[in-house]
C-alpha cells in the first residue's frame, strides 16, 4: 500500500507543474523584460533561503523599488519558515519533556486563549503605533517564544504558549495590513496586490513548508540534534527576517488621527463590523472556514490511522501542503482574470470542501469495517479519505489567497489589523472548545460538524456575492464620528 502515497504524491507534482508551465497570457499579468530578469534572479534568491516572495510589474518607477520589495517580501517569507520549522515538532518536544494529553492539550489551548484575549490589543497597536513595528514585535515574541521550549519547567512552556499566541495574531494581521497599505501607498495596481497573495501562499504555505518539514526532520533526525533544535534554527530565521525588516521597511499606520485612544480604535472597528453586512459576512466566512481547517488538523491522523495503522505522517504532511500548492495555482489563474469574481467561485470551493471532509462520514457506512488489529498499512477507507483530504487542502490553497483579496476590498484600511483579530475571535474560541472536548464526540460527529460549517460558510459567501458590489454605508470617518456622538449620550 505504500505506492499509493507516491502515487498521490507523484500525481499532484505533475498536475501542479502542469499548471504552473502551462500558463497563458490570460493567466499573467502583464510584464517587461527587465521584471522577468529580476524575476528569474529572485527565484534563485528564493531557492537559496527557502523564501516566499514573487511578484509581477508591467511598470516600476525605479529599480531600487523592486530590490526594495523583494527585501520586503524576504522578510516576510524568513519569518514564515520559522514558523513553519517549530510547528511539527511542539507536540513531540512537550511529550519528550514528560507531559501527558491532558497537559498538552492545556499548553495549546492556552496558546489559542492568548490569541483571543491578546489579539484585538495588538492588532489596534499595530494600526495605531505601526505595522512595521508590529512585525518586529511578532518576530522578538516568537524568539522568546522559542526561547522557553529549551525548559523542561511547565509554567515556562506555559509562558512561551502565550507569548506564541500573541506572536500569532501579529502573523496573521500586521504582514497583511503593512502590505495592502504599501501596496498602494506606491501606487501599484489592484490586481497586483492579487498576484502577490496567490504566490505567497504557493510558497509560503506550500514549498516553505515542505522544505522547513525536511530541515526539521534532518537537524532532529540525521543530525540528532534533538527536538529543541528546529526552535533554535527558527529563532535564527526570525531574527533575520527582523534585521531585514528594519534595515528595508518603511512604517505605515491605521486611523492618521492625532488620538491614540485604544479603546476608540477598537469600539471602531465593532462599529464598522456591526454597521457594514460585508465585513461582517466576511468575518462569518473566514471563522467557520479556518476553525473547520484547525480542527481538520487534529483530526486528520486519527481519520487516516483508526487503529494504529503505520501511516507516514510526515510524508502525508508534505503531500498536503503539495495539494494547497495546487490551489493557490489555481488561485493566480482566477485571480488574474477580471472577468471571475472571487466572491463567485468561493461559493463552489466552500461547497468542495464541505463535501471533501464528509468523505470519512460516508466510507464508515459505505465500506465494510475491516477486522480490527493494530498496525499494519492504511486500509482501502484510509486511501479515500487520504484523497478526499487532499482535495480539502487544494481547498485551502484556494482560500487563503482570495480571502486576502477580499480583505483588502471590504475592510477599511485605518483598522484593517483591529478587524482582522476582531475576526479570530470566534475562531480561537471554538478551536480551544474543540481541543477542550476532542475525546468526547466520535470522530464522525467532528468531521459532520465541519462539513457543516463548511456549507453554511458557501451560503454566506452567496449572500456576500450578492451585495459585493453594493457601495459602503458609512466610511471610517463618519462611523468614528457617529461612535464618539454616542459615547456622551452613554455617559449621561
Request: hydrophobic share 45%; with cysteine.
Amino acid at each position: 500500500m505504500e505506492i499509493f502515497y507516491y502515487m498521490v504524491f507523484g500525481g499532484l507534482t505533475a498536475v501542479v507543474a502542469a499548471l504552473e508551465l502551462s500558463k497563458s497570457n490570460k493567466d499573467r499579468v502583464n510584464t517587461s523584460s527587465a521584471f522577468n530578469s529580476f524575476k528569474n534572479n529572485y527565484l534563485l534568491v528564493y531557492s537559496l533561503m527557502m523564501v516566499p516572495f514573487e511578484r509581477e510589474e508591467k511598470c516600476l518607477p525605479k529599480c531600487c523599488d523592486v530590490v526594495e520589495f523583494c527585501m520586503i517580501w524576504i522578510a516576510t517569507g524568513i519569518s514564515m519558515s520559522g514558523d513553519w520549522l517549530q510547528g511539527p515538532y511542539v507536540y513531540y518536544l512537550y511529550s519528550t519533556y514528560g507531559f501527558g494529553k491532558g497537559e498538552i492539550g492545556q499548553l495549546f489551548i492556552a496558546g489559542f486563549g492568548s490569541s483571543m484575549v491578546f489579539g484585538t490589543i495588538v492588532g489596534s497597536l499595530a494600526d495605531k503605533q505601526g505595522r512595521k513595528r508590529a512585525c518586529v514585535t511578532y518576530c522578538i515574541t516568537y524568539i522568546l517564544s522559542c526561547i522557553t521550549k529549551h525548559s523542561p519547567q511547565y509554567r515556562v512552556l506555559m509562558v512561551g504558549r502565550i507569548l506564541g499566541g500573541i506572536a500569532t495574531s501579529l502573523l496573521f494581521s500586521s504582514f497583511e495590513s503593512w502590505l495592502v497599505a504599501e501596496h498602494f501607498k506606491r501606487g501599484f495596481e489592484q490586481q497586483w496586490l492579487s498576484v502577490t497573495f496567490s504566490k505567497a501562499i504557493f510558497l509560503g504555505n506550500g514549498l516553505v513548508a515542505i522544505v522547513a518539514g525536511l530541515f526539521g526532520n534532518l537537524l532532529v533526525d540525521s543530525f540528532s540534534l534533538g527536538p529543541v533544535s528546529p526552535f533554535d534554527a527558527a529563532a535564527i530565521f526570525l531574527a533575520i527576517g527582523m534585521t531585514v525588516i528594519l534595515s528595508t521597511w518603511s512604517e505605515n499606520y491605521g486611523d492618521p488621527s492625532e488620538s491614540k485612544d485604544l479603546l476608540s480604535q477598537f469600539k471602531g472597528a465593532a462599529v464598522a463590523i456591526a454597521s457594514d453586512e460585508k465585513i461582517a459576512l466576511l468575518g462569518a466566512i473566514q471563522s467557520l472556514f479556518e476553525g473547520s481547517m484547525y480542527t481538520f488538523v487534529f483530526l486528520w491522523t486519527p481519520a487516516l490511522s483508526p487503529n494504529d495503522e503505520d501511516i507516514p505522517h510526515g510524508f502525508i504532511f508534505a503531500t498536503f501542503m503539495l495539494a494547497s500548492m495546487l490551489g493557490s495555482s489555481i488561485a493566480s489563474r482566477l485571480l488574474a482574470r477580471n472577468t471571475v469574481r472571487v466572491e463567485s467561485y468561493m461559493q463552489i470551493v466552500f461547497i468542495v470542501s464541505s463535501a471533501a471532509l464528509m468523505l470519512p462520514i460516508l466510507t464508515n457506512f459505505l465500506i465494510p469495517a475491516a477486522p480490527e488489529k493494530k498496525g499494519g498499512s492504511i486500509s482501502f477507507s484510509g486511501c479515500i479519505q487520504l484523497l478526499g483530504f487532499c482535495t480539502f487542502e487544494s481547498c485551502v490553497g484556494l482560500f487563503w489567497p482570495s480571502i486576502m483579496k477580499m480583505r483588502s476590498q471590504y475592510i477599511p484600511e485605518e483598522a484593517r489589523s483591529t478587524i482582522m483579530n476582531f475576526f479570530r475571535i470566534p475562531l480561537n474560541i471554538f478551536v480551544c472548545i474543540v481541543l477542550y472536548n476532542v475525546n468526547a464526540f466520535p470522530i464522525t460527529v467532528m468531521f459532520g460538524m465541519c462539513s457543516i460549517f463548511l456549507f453554511v460558510a458557501s451560503i454566506l459567501q452567496r449572500r456576500l456575492a450578492a451585495i459585493g458590489e453594493k457601495p459602503k454605508t458609512e466610511d471610517w470617518a463618519m462611523m468614528k464620528e457617529r461612535n464618539s456622538e454616542v459615547e456622551p449620550l452613554n455617559d449621561a
